[in-house]
């Protein structure tokens, strides 16, 4: 229990340092992906470890796909909207997809070799 606590309180106070500065200095960033740099740069220094979030983290992988449900159907909702942008639409997902993906690649093998340093 207390262990679901620290980690409940290491994602709240991630979010919500995201969001204060968001807020302070007008960024055009969402704040979720500012939380997500101090989430990252939390585990790069060790000021957290893995063993403090996992348990709470894993459930809300497992779940990830739900997230997507809303923006897609707002993007329903608006389709008169959208359907003149649909092809850039598509190329952007795309073109996206690639780029994160190699993106992630090069992440990865740069970690690996570090690790088996």
Do not use: C
């Amino acid at each position: 229990m207390k262990k679901t606590i620290k980690g409940i309180l290491i994602l709240l106070t991630m979010v919500v340092l995201g969001t204060a500065i968001q807020k302070a200095t007008h960024a055009f960033i969402p704040n979720i992906y500012i939380a997500m740099f101090i989430f990252f740069l939390s585990f790069h220094f060790k000021w957290i470890s893995l063993d403090d979030v996992e348990h709470i983290t894993a459930p809300l992988l497992t779940f990830m796909g739900f997230y997507f449900i809303p923006p897609l159907v707002g993007l329903v909702e608006d389709y008169g909207k959208v359907k003149n942008y649909l092809i850039p639409i598509l190329i952007l997902i795309i073109l996206t997809t690639v780029i994160t993906y190699f993106a992630i690649g090069l992440v990865m093998s740069y970690m690996m070799r570090r690790d088996n340093e």
